[in-house]
DNA sequence: GGCTAGATTTGACCCTGTCCAATCTGGCCG
DNA sequence: CGGCCAGATTGGACAGGGTCAAATCTAGCC
C-alpha cells in the first residue's frame, strides 16, 4: 500500500508528488530515527545521481513533510537531527549514552504524564517531549 | 561568597581551581540557560584578551564542570547547547517557540513525574528529561 | 623553589545545516 | 495534448557550533 498511497499521502497534504518526496519517505519505511545522512544513503542515490536529491532537496523535502505533519523531527541532545514515520502518536524515546540506539516508547497517556507543567509560567503548551537517557542491554553488557 | 566558594567547589570536585573555571561559573551566576557564546562574552573577555579564555578553553572547562555536575548543559531542538547551574533538582524546561525563551520548571518530585518509563526495554534509565513546547505570554500578545 | 599532571591555547578542520539564485517539473487549463 | 507557472529542486558558497591535536603554561604538592 506505500508505493500506492506514497502520492496520495502528499497530495492529500496538499504536497506535489515528486519523487525526491516518495523517496524520501520509502527510506524511512522500516528505519525510524534516521538522520538526514542515512535517509540520503537509502534514498539510494548519492548527491549528482540522476534520480538523487541534493542536499539542499534533502532538506527541504524534510521540511516539507515535517511541516505537513508526514513525518516527525527529533533532535537528541549530541545527535544530529532525527526523522521518522510514526506521527500523531505522541510516543516519546529512550536514549541509550553509550552507543546512541533510541527507541520509542508509548506514551502512558490517558493522563499522558506530564502534559501539564505544573506550572506553565503563561505559556500555551502544546507538547511534551520526553527522553529518557539510560545505558542499553548490550551496552551493559559489553562494558 | 561566591568568589570564596568557587574554588572550594571546583577543589571540592576534584577540580583545580583556575582563573577560566571560575570565571565561567561567575558568568552563570543569575543567568541560567547561557550559550557557550553568552558565557564567553559574559566573562568579561574575548578571544585574546589577557584572562580570557579560548574557545577550546571554554569547551573543556563546561565539559568538566558538567561531568563534575558543577553545572547541567541542555540542548533544545534546534538551540545551541546551554548551561545552567542548577543541578541535582532534576527540573524540567519549559520552550517557546518563538522566541526561544526558556523558563525551569519544577519536576513534580516526589514519583518524579515519567521518571520510569512505561517499558524501558531492557534500558538502565538515570535520566527522565522534559521539554515541554508552546509560545510564552509575550510571543502570544504580539502575534 | 622546583616538578608534573592537569589545564589552557592556537589554529586547522569537520559536520550539520542554511542562503541564494538559477533551473526544472507536476499537474491544472484551454 | 501541449503550454504554463507556482511550486520544487539544484548547485555552490557559506555559517554556526563544536572537535582534534600538538605545544605551552600553571596549580598545587613536595
Not at 21 to 43: D, F, K, M, W
Not at 53 to 76: F, K, M, W
Not at 89 to 109: K, Q, S, Y
Amino acid at each position: 500500500m506505500e508505493q500506492q498511497t506514497a502520492g496520495d499521502l502528499l497530495r492529500r497534504a496538499g504536497l506535489r508528488s515528486t519523487t525526491q518526496r516518495r523517496a524520501v519517505l520509502a527510506a524511512l519505511q522500516g528505519h525510524p530515527h534516521s538522520t538526514a545522512a542515512e535517509i540520503e544513503a537509502r534514498a539510494g542515490i548519492g548527491r549528482g545521481s540522476a534520480s538523487g536529491l541534493s542536499r539542499q532537496g534533502l532538506y527541504n523535502v524534510l521540511e516539507d513533510l515535517t511541516r505537513a505533519e508526514l513525518i516527525r523531527c527529533i533532535e537528541p541532545a549530541g545527535s544530529p537531527a532525527r526523522y521518522e514515520l510514526r506521527v500523531g502518536d505522541n510516543h516519546h524515546h529512550l536514549v541509550c549514552r553509550v552507543c546512541g540506539r533510541i527507541e520509542d516508547v508509548d506514551c502512558t497517556v490517558g493522563r499522558a504524564p506530564c502534559l501539564d507543567p505544573v506550572e506553565s509560567k503563561g505559556f500555551t503548551v502544546d507538547e511534551a517531549e520526553i527522553t529518557w537517557w539510560g545505558v542499553c542491554a548490550d551496552c551493559r553488557g559489553s562494558a
